[in-house]
């Protein structure tokens, strides 16, 4: 019996290493052997945020197709947009050999890649061809710098532009724990010199094409409410569409089981939705509810998704969950979240977002 790359995925999740399991996904996709939903996202899921009309809130998160290989197929099995990279100027290799990890008692992992990417030049060819051949979906292109880069202004710089009109929106990371000094672009000074100088370039590229692209920020779950609470003032005053929260997080909570809670990296999955859930929550009333805020940590279902969207987030991402379970999760939770939406009187997605901090 032929078999679907969700099932193709669990099997080689359980039986191949972490990476080689990872590879042989994106591989079958590629060829794709994944499931193509009939189902389409009821009206009731649609919303448009920062000029962008989404099918549905369920997005899949940065990391998975690291070079944008095969975001038209991710597309097609029912998500409502999916965000490729991190990409940074340069091709790298990302830290040595084992890197990422699976948790298996806690459906989790723990990852340390540190932005292993082919480089701007082959995501732009990659989204280049799946546009020609009439790619349907929003994409977002996720910017990082590269690993031996000093200045970071010029790295960001350099893929926003070079990925300018190759993206619905693009994503600005200052959070991912595995390239050193990364997240220190959190703090305040850092923060406003790199968006001030993206916003410029943004601005300029904007005047020449006649399209200005949405910028959203990335965030760590390991900030205080403090931070929180600047980096909300920062973005409130300037033109950044919205707020990814949350990243991977360096945390290591005590219900982890795994013997490789020990790994250094960031974990992600269910044991980071609660420090995800509350960044959210916390965010959502920083900006008082002014900015679309996209929820992601831990969702694995559409109770989860439509927790993040009543605590306030617009728009949801997931990506460990589909390593556990497979391409079908995106229709599972689309369906799921509509029912759930239904059953409490909303007519739109929309309708919902912060429900439970009002
Ligand atoms: C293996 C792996 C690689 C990731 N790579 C990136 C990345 O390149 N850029 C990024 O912004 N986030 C990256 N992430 C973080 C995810 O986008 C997401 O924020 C995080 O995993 C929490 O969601 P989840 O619990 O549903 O996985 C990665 C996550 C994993 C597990």
Redesign the pocket.
């Given at each position: 019996m032929a078999m679907n790359s969700s099932a193709l995925m669990a099997l080689a999740a359980g039986l191949l290493p972490?990476e080689t399991a990872?590879a042989a996904a994106v591989f079958s996709v590629k060829l794709g052997m994944m499931p193509l939903p009939s189902y389409v996202p009821p009206s009731m899921l649609a919303a448009t945020h920062f000029g962008l009309k989404f099918p549905s809130p369920v997005g899949l998160?940065?990391?998975?197709d690291?070079n944008a290989e095969i975001a038209d197929k991710i597309l097609a099995t029912g998500f409502g947009f999916v965000?490729v990279?991190?990409v940074t100027p340069r091709a790298q290799p990302g830290n040595p050999k084992p890197r990422?990890f699976r948790l298996k008692e806690d459906k989790?992992?723990?990852?340390r890649?540190g932005?292993n990417?082919a480089g701007m030049k082959v995501m732009r060819a990659n989204l280049e061809s799946q546009r020609g051949a009439g790619m349907l979906g929003i994409v977002g292109v996720?910017i990082?710098k590269n690993k031996d880069t000093e200045n970071a202004l010029a790295d960001y710089g350099a893929a926003l532009t070079h990925l300018y009109d190759q993206g619905d929106y693009i994503?600005v990371?200052v959070?991912?724990p595995n390239t050193p000094g990364l997240r220190m672009l959190q703090e305040s000074g850092r923060l406003i010199e790199l968006l001030d100088g993206l916003i410029e370039i943004r601005n300029a590229e904007a005047e020449r094409s006649g399209r200005k692209i949405p910028l959203l920020l990335?965030v760590a779950p390991d900030l205080t409410s403090e931070d929180r609470a600047d980096i909300a003032k920062i973005v409130l005053a300037r033109d950044i569409a919205g707020i990814?929260l949350?990243?991977?997080t360096i945390a290591r909570p005590d219900a982890l089981k795994s013997a490789r809670r020990i790994e250094t990296g960031?974990l992600?999955?269910?044991p980071?939705?609660p420090y995800?859930l509350a960044s959210v929550k916390d965010m959502y009333r920083l900006t008082e509810g002014k900015l679309p805020l996209v929820g992601?940590?831990?969702?694995?279902s559409a109770a989860d998704a439509y927790r993040f969207i009543r605590a306030g987030a617009s728009l949801i991402?997931?990506?460990?969950?589909?390593?556990y379970r497979g391409f079908g999760l995106a229709e599972e939770i689309t369906r799921g979240l509509a029912d759930l939406l239904a059953k409490d009187g909303f007519a739109n997605v929309k309708d919902a977002v912060g429900a439970d901090a009002k």
């Open positions: 972490e990872h998160a940065a990391g998975f690291k965000e990279g991190t990422l989790a992992l723990i990852n890649l932005f990417n996720n990082g994503t990371n959070s991912s990335k990814i949350t990243n991977t960031g992600s999955g269910p980071l939705l995800a992601v940590g831990g969702i694995s991402q997931l990506y460990t969950a589909l390593v």
